[in-house]
């Protein structure tokens, strides 16, 4: 009686040699374990950048308050602020050392979200790493960046020469909420250009759909303005919301881009 043994079957049948995990299949717990590490790394990141944020924190404090303090003083108004708690002080350099810490520290904490979801990517794809990372980073800090520097400005000035019947007294965690919430608000928004392109790298939108639904777009991210910006100012809400439309057409050469090299590949392909 004789007994055929068959070959065992090839362990990646995939004629593609781009097709790689690091040279071999990662199990539940190792995903956990590469995770697990890549997360205690961009702690240990923010644990380093907010002690250096904490070592300059009247620095950063006298930066941060320079767009009311300016705009107090414009008012000829007491341009200090004020606290109701003496431990206000302190807890407000605290969250302004961590703040600044997560922002200093965000390039790394994307490098580490990346090589975390690189295992499972082609080869070709890997090299997108850098440009994802500075151009994520680099938007959301210019986006914070532009608040800091135009909507926070208009939006006091607005606010308080509205009050000028009133002598206003501004607390520091007042002031700081209302800031942090603004920049990180505008900050997310400027992400809009990533998020469009990445849609448009796995086929989800196209930019003619894009450029087709503009309309929409346009009452969306005015609509988005208006939940940004604590006011009814007219000014405010426009210095928010055109630069978002400008981003939103941005966004369109974006994909045009994307599609006219993946149109490129495929006729490459089939010459």
């Not at 079957?9 to 790689?20: A, F, I, L, R, T």
């Not at 928004?189 to 990533?194: A, D, G, H, Q, T």
């Not at 055109?242 to 994307?258: A, E, M, Q, R, T």
Request: positive net charge; contains cysteine.
């Amino acid at each position: 009686m004789g007994i055929t043994i068959q070959n065992p079957p090839q362990k990646n049948p995939s004629p593609d040699p781009e097709v790689e995990l690091n040279g071999k299949q990662m199990s539940f717990l190792e995903h956990l374990e590469e995770l697990r590490v890549r997360l205690l790394r961009s702690i240990y990141s923010v644990i380093v950048t907010t002690g250096i944020c904490f070592w300059k924190h009247l620095a950063i404090y006298n930066y941060m308050a320079k767009p009311l303090t300016d705009t107090l003083s414009a008012l000829h108004l007491p341009a200090k602020l004020v606290y109701t708690n003496p431990v206000d002080p302190f807890n407000l350099y605290i969250k302004l050392s961590i703040m600044g810490g997560i922002f200093l520290a965000s390039p790394y904490i994307l490098l580490q979200l990346w090589m975390f979801i690189s295992p499972g990517l082609y080869r070709h794809e890997k090299k997108y790493v850098w440009p994802f990372v500075l151009l994520t980073s680099g938007l959301f800090m210019s986006g914070g960046f532009f608040a800091y520097k135009l909507a926070l400005p208009k939006v006091f000035h607005f606010l308080l020469e509205f009050a000028s019947q009133f002598t206003p007294m501004v607390t520091v965690n007042e002031y700081w909420d209302l800031a942090i919430t603004l920049i990180v608000s505008v900050g997310l928004v400027f992400e809009l250009p990533v998020v469009i392109l990445l849609l448009s790298i796995f086929g989800i939108v196209t930019p003619k759909f894009l450029l087709k639904n503009y309309r929409y777009a346009v009452l969306l991210t005015a609509v988005v303005a208006l939940g940004i910006v604590p006011s009814n100012d007219m000014a405010s809400i426009f210095v928010v919301w055109i630069p978002l439309v400008g981003l939103y057409f941005i966004s369109i050469g974006l994909s045009w881009l994307v599609y006219w090299k993946k149109n490129r590949k495929s006729k490459d392909a089939e010459a």
